[in-house]
């Protein structure tokens, strides 16, 4: 059993900033690809951004690039989601997810992880 639990959510103003925080146990936390993902009311849940288990490797949306980071910290069983320069449109429930897997590789699609958090909720305003 994989238990992952997100912190950092909350409502900050359009420019503004905030981490979001992704604590796993229960299994090898190493070996997981990670990744987060996001809801907004009415919309399908949409990818945001993945990092390989190793933190080597690592993907984001188009419509985050340049202003999210993602980055994981193996010792402590944490991933994180630095998001800078927050818009309006950012305003969602985020989600992390793990999947067991050790070939080096950024998982885009939600489909594929196997493990998912109960979410956190940002709410930037304008």
């Known amino acids: 059993q994989v238990l992952l639990v997100e912190s950092g959510g909350g409502l900050v103003q359009a420019g503004g900033s905030l981490r979001l925080s992704c604590a796993a146990s229960?299994?090898?936390?190493?070996?997981?690809?990670m990744g987060w993902f996001r809801q907004a009311p009415g919309k399908e849940r949409e990818f945001v951004a993945a990092?390989?288990?190793?933190?080597?490797?690592?993907a984001y949306a188009d419509s985050v690039k340049g202003r999210f980071t993602i980055s994981r910290d193996n010792a402590k069983n944490t991933v994180y989601l630095q998001m800078n320069s927050l818009k309006p449109e950012d305003t969602a429930v985020y989600y992390c997810?793990?999947?067991?897997?050790?070939?080096?590789?950024?998982?885009?699609?939600?489909?594929?992880?196997?493990?998912w958090g109960q979410g956190t909720q940002v709410t930037v305003s304008s």
């Open positions: 990092i390989s288990w190793g933190g080597g490797t690592t």
């Open positions: 997810a793990g999947k067991t897997l050790l070939a080096v590789r950024a998982v885009r699609d939600s489909r594929e992880y196997d493990y």
């Open positions: 229960g299994r090898t936390f190493s070996r997981f690809a």
